[in-house]
């Protein structure tokens, strides 16, 4: 049997998101309350009849400090989801009351902030307890101009559907829209479980990523490359253990098997290249010799250099041991790795030149590794 897609169900709070899972699971499963904030935790219903989940959610809105709760708390299911650490999301429903007839800039500035880990999951737009069938096209109408006007990063939602999940008491209006919701959240279930597969794979690429530059940054800053002056560059070979032990920790971050031979092969590569490369030791000579070095101190220059070199080798190590996580890579040759550092450390120490040569005031390290992050 295929698995189940976990949708998350988001909105105000009495917005009528458990009445909708209720009438969607065909059960009484999430508690209903009476204008009360009800749902306090986040639960998971189904029904063997269909091929999602429905996650409730604590409704937004009850207090600014339980809508930011609420926020956070979401926030978070969506982005473990994406690092499996929760079950993966693949798809929200965000309710809106249509009786309210209002659907806000701050409304959408909370999806968004929800969606913040994966900003294209999609979403459909549940117009809860639409009564009336008449008010229908205007209610659409505005929640399709909010998002127009107000949705900085979000595109717009797969669908706006108007639904009435229980009729009211003593009342000729009957249920309606709940078929289409599930037809509608069905057609784009295969699309929405491929690109959750998606999202997974480029925020475990970005995990990485950051987790690499905190490394990096740590390293370039560090004592042991400010106490490493004065290099004179043939003499690099100074900063090797501290490059070694940066290049090894981010192998670590990117799971190579450290006994594998391969592995070794490469960072002993990157090593190398880093230290002795020409291209390194041409742009270093360049920058040495821009107008205006010349009334920067000596130590400071040299502490600067060594800094944005460590930086230069661990920003390529992240992107060379991504190449060998994903298995992008020939393994007979291993010149690929070279052009990767050269290309890298001829335009880090391009960029040093110019923060130089802009700004001669309060020259350190730190600001410059800051700069080159910026940058980056
Ligand atoms: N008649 C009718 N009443 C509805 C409908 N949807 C919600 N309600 C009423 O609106 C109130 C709030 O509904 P809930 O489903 O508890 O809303 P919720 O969004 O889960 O609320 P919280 O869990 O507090 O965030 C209840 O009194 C529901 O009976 C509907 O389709 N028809
Ligand atoms: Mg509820």
């Known amino acids: 049997m295929k698995e189940k897609a976990n949708i998350l169900v988001l909105g105000t709070s009495g917005a009528g998101k458990s009445t909708l899972i209720n009438t969607v699971i065909g059960q009484e499963v999430a508690e209903v309350g009476k204008g009360k904030h009800v749902t306090e935790k986040m639960q998971s219903y189904e029904s063997p009849d269909l091929n999602f989940r429905l996650i409730d ?4 809105e009850y207090s600014a400090v339980n809508t930011r709760k609420a926020v956070k708390d979401m926030q978070k ?26 659907f806000t800039k701050q409304m959408v500035a909370t999806l968004e902030t929800v969606k913040k880990a994966w900003k294209d999951v999609p979403i459909i737009v549940v117009l809860t307890k639409s009564f009336f069938p008449a008010e229908d096209e205007d209610n659409i109408k505005m929640v399709q101009d909010t998002f127009l006007k107000f949705a900085k990063k979000t ?12 009729a009211p008491k003593g009342h000729e209006i009957v249920p309606r829209g709940i078929e289409k919701l599930i037809e509608t959240t069905e057609d784009n279930l295969d699309d929405a479980i491929r690109d959750a597969e998606e999202a997974v794979r480029k925020y475990d690429l970005k995990y990485k990523r950051i987790k690499s530059q905190i490394l990096t940054v740590g390293a370039a800053t560090s004592g042991a490359v400010v106490g490493a002056v004065p290099i004179d560059f043939p003499d690099a070979v100074i900063l090797t253990p501290l490059e070694t032990l940066l290049i090894t920790q981010i192998s670590k971050i990117y799971q190579l098997d450290q006994d594998d031979d391969y592995t070794k092969k490469v960072i ?20 040495k010799m821009t107008p205006g070095i010349v009334n920067i101190a000596a130590d400071v220059l040299n502490a600067v250099i060594a800094g944005a070199i460590v930086f230069a080798i661990g920003e390529s190590s992240s992107i060379i041991m991504e190449k060998v ?8 040759s291993l010149d690929w790795i070279d052009s990767i550092i050269d290309g890298k450390m001829g335009g880090i120490v391009k960029k040093v030149t110019e923060i130089i040569t802009n700004k001669k005031t309060n020259l350190s390290v730190k600001s410059i590794i800051h700069e080159l992050v910026k940058s980056n």
């Open 57 to 60: 959610s604590r409704g937004f």
């Open 77 to 102: 299911w969506l982005k473990d989801g994406l690092r499996d650490k929760k079950p993966r999301i693949h798809m929200l429903w965000f309710c809106v009351d249509a009786t309210s007839q209002r």
């Open 155 to 166: 595109g717009m939602p797969t669908a706006i559907i108007p639904v009435l999940a229980q």
């Open 268 to 287: 002993s590569r990157i090593v190398e290249t880093g230290t002795v490369s020409m291209v390194a030791k041409a742009a270093i000579n360049k920058l």
């Open 325 to 332: 996580y994903l298995g992008e890579i020939e393994k007979q």
